[in-house]
């Protein structure tokens, strides 16, 4: 026993070495946990790109994931295992599936009862698929891409919803909104970045805009990163279109608004799908004038909830921007603590069992009842946000919102 | 459907871009004409000068453009030490070395600034950002517009002071002959320093130009340095002329091409300029006056 402990942790403390810093910091808060395996705790792979491209996401993502954890841990555990604590074990997916693929690995061999996590769809789609093979049940924090849930694995859930479901309710309820104004808006310009992402959603709106009455007039692809966005400005200026449907990153789009409210382009509306910045408090916060008024479906927590509102201010408490990753990771791990505690058991088998029939309410975001499908929570939705008043506000669906579309938004 | 307006604001579009392209590539040319090396820590060190002047803004209300008066000397010390103490010692003469000495220096840069900033972007909103001249047809921001002035007061005082001091003297002399300027009592060490301290203090004023329009996180200056390397080849290395006119010229070709093939093909026109350069004037526009 001692020496299985000895050699996890020198392997560790090797591989720490040779990854830099950045890992050794990820190594010293795994260590803890393999050392304390000894009691009755029920162990949790927390999984995250916490460094490299998505560190960022990544870090977010771990500390709503970790925020609720303490949350459950200082309430007294999971009651029916005698009040067992949650005790974490954190991996870094290093912004990359194989780096995704190693973690889970690592936690099935340190006996794990689940993992929650991976963020990316490209990294959730590996890390679902390794964790498959050890029948070890794997929530799905954000990761969208629909084939996540399509596969026919056993072991994943998705709380969240998926691609297919965000732009549907995005494209029902941008013609919700412009029917509501009278319909002022015909002409559309998308501006999107050039891989799947911006790519995939460019074609999708192409295909479904003109049927419910919008016409395209230009779709304009760009890189990541791109350095200028005023050659771009000048040709939705010269389209002047009613919409501007922006498909891209969050420093992209900062810029393409900026470029925008710069060059004195204003559209009757900036729709965002999943944008990048559109329901950002960080942009809200650095530009509120280039995010006044902006559009998005997006995830999104339910506002009208006391529960989020007291999380959302605890987050900044910290200094940390309340971003979708975090309310996201809580609520996932919310919801393998309520699996546990009916599982009354750490086995993967009744673990899967028991996230399969959840019917988990309580929770913090603006979704129907808890159902899952082949592992796709049905109630799961996405929102309408706009900015309004230096600050983010659902305006759809009705029963959530705590604001009203502001449309055309005004000179 | 592009109206004759579009191309004119297109053009003066590329023009205020690409000066900035021409003051990065400033710095880059000038380390290479007379160290004959490619500092790949040009962009490391382009955004470490705009992390220094986004924190003087945020920390000490220092505006970017009263910033760029301390850090070009600032950036210039740095630059000295770098080349003396690290870049010099360790290359042991072998400009070889010197090239791979600047790539591990950009690493190292790099990730120093991701694990103390993290991986956030962080931008700055001027008041004045928003202000400048309408032409009707383009409006030309107040920040773009400086950043166009800076860089040809910037060019020009490195044209003085390669042609006009006793420092650009001997820079100019070590550039053509290094031995010959060895034998004359020329301390080349001091000239290799003195030289990467100019290219670091270009970065220095450049980042604090790019700073009000841009944005800075641990590899933002990468963007801006793959285009320099391009403008730098264009105008021919080590010609301070030619990466003034190269950078214009990629920014009113990048512009263009940007328009009429869109923004992801667009990066195809620079480098499809950058070929014919190379097959039609293999020194680069102005390579001949190094």
């Keep these: 026993m001692s020496e299985h402990k000895l050699s996890l942790s020198r392997r560790r403390f090797l591989a720490s070495a040779a990854l830099g810093t950045a890992s050794v910091a990820t190594g010293t808060i795994a260590m803890p946990s393999i050392l304390r395996a000894a009691g009755a705790p029920v162990k949790l792979g927390v999984l995250h790109p916490v460094t490299g491209a998505l560190s960022y996401s990544g870090q977010q993502g771990r500390l709503g994931a970790t925020m609720a954890l303490e949350e459950i841990n200082a309430a007294g555990g999971i009651k029916s295992l005698g009040g067992a604590k949650i005790d974490p074990m954190l991996g870094d997916a290093q912004s990359t599936p194989e780096g995704g693929t190693s973690e889970v690995e690592k936690m099935n061999a340190a006996g794990v009862s689940c993992i929650v996590g991976g963020y990316a769809s490209s990294i959730c789609l590996a890390t679902t698929q390794a964790a498959a093979r050890y029948d070890l049940p794997y929530v799905v924090d954000v990761g969208v891409a629909d084939s996540i849930v399509t596969r026919g694995l056993k072991n994943t859930f998705r709380f969240g919803p998926g691609f297919g479901v965000i732009a549907k309710t995005a494209l029902d309820n941008l013609v919700a909104i412009n029917d509501g104004a009278g319909k002022p808006a015909k002409t559309v310009v998308i501006v999107h970045e050039d891989s799947l992402f911006g790519s995939g959603l460019a074609k999708l709106l192409n295909a479904q805009l003109p049927p419910k009455g919008f016409q395209v007039l230009d779709t304009i692809a760009h890189p990541t990163p791109t350095r200028d966005f005023n050659t771009i400005v000048l040709k939705i200026k010269a389209a002047n279109p009613d919409l501007v449907i922006p498909a891209n990153y969050y420093n992209e789009y900062v810029l393409l608004a900026r470029t925008m409210l710069q060059q004195h382009v204003r559209p009757k509306a900036i729709y965002s799908i999943l944008g990048g910045a559109a329901s950002s408090y960080k942009f809200v916060k650095d530009f509120p004038d280039a995010a006044k008024y902006i559009m998005d479906c997006n995830h999104w927590f339910n506002p009208l909830s006391a529960k989020a509102q007291a999380l959302k201010k605890q987050v900044e408490a910290k200094g940390q921007f309340f971003t979708y990753e975090v309310y996201l990771n809580y609520s996932c791990v919310g919801l393998i603590a309520d699996a546990l505690e009916r599982a009354a058991s750490a086995d993967r088998a009744k673990v899967t069992a028991a996230l399969a029939g959840s019917t988990w309410s309580g929770h913090i975001m603006p979704y129907g009842p808890t159902k899952f499908v082949n592992g796709q929570n049905q109630g799961a939705a996405p929102c309408n946000t706009q900015v309004q008043d230096n600050d983010i506000k659902v305006i759809l669906p009705k029963e959530f919102a705590n604001g009203k579309p502001i449309f055309p938004m005004p000179a | ?290």
């Design chain 2, 1 to 290: 459907m592009l109206s004759p307006s579009i191309l004119v604001a297109a053009i003066v579009n590329g023009l205020l871009t690409g000066a900035l392209y021409a003051l990065v590539a400033l710095g880059l040319t000038l380390i290479y004409g007379v160290l004959h090396i490619i500092n790949f820590a040009h962009g490391a060190l382009l955004t470490a000068a705009m992390f220094a002047a986004y924190f003087a803004y945020r920390w000490f209300g220092i505006d970017p453009y009263l910033a760029a008066v301390v850090l070009a000397p600032a950036f210039f010390v740095i630059g000295y030490a770098l080349q003396r103490f690290i870049v010099g010692p360790t290359s042991h003469g072998d400009d070889r070395n010197m090239l791979l000495v600047t790539l591990g220096l950009a690493v190292v840069i790099e990730n120093a600034l991701l694990f103390v900033f993290r991986a956030d972007t962080r931008t700055i909103d001027l008041s004045y950002a928003l202000s400048g001249v309408d032409l009707g047809f383009a409006f030309l921001p107040l920040p773009r517009l400086i950043g166009f002035g800076v860089t040809f007061v910037v060019a020009f005082a490195l044209w003085l002071i390669l042609s006009a001091t006793d420092i650009g003297h001997a820079i100019r002399a070590v550039a053509k002959e290094k031995l010959g300027a060895e034998l004359v009592g020329i301390d080349v060490a001091h000239v290799y320093a003195v030289t990467f301290g100019l290219g670091t203090a270009c970065v220095g004023i450049a980042a604090c130009l790019l700073i009000p329009s841009y944005y800075v996180n641990p590899s933002a200056g990468n963007a801006f340095v793959l285009v320099a390397f391009t403008v730098v080849v264009l105008g021919g290395m080590g010609s301070v002329l030619g990466a003034l006119i190269g950078g214009l010229a990629i920014g009113v070709v990048e512009s263009f091409s940007s328009l009429f093939l869109g923004e992801s093909l667009g990066q195809i026109g620079i480098f499809v300029l950058f070929i014919v350069v190379l097959l039609v004037r293999p020194n680069g526009l102005f390579g001949a006056q190094a």
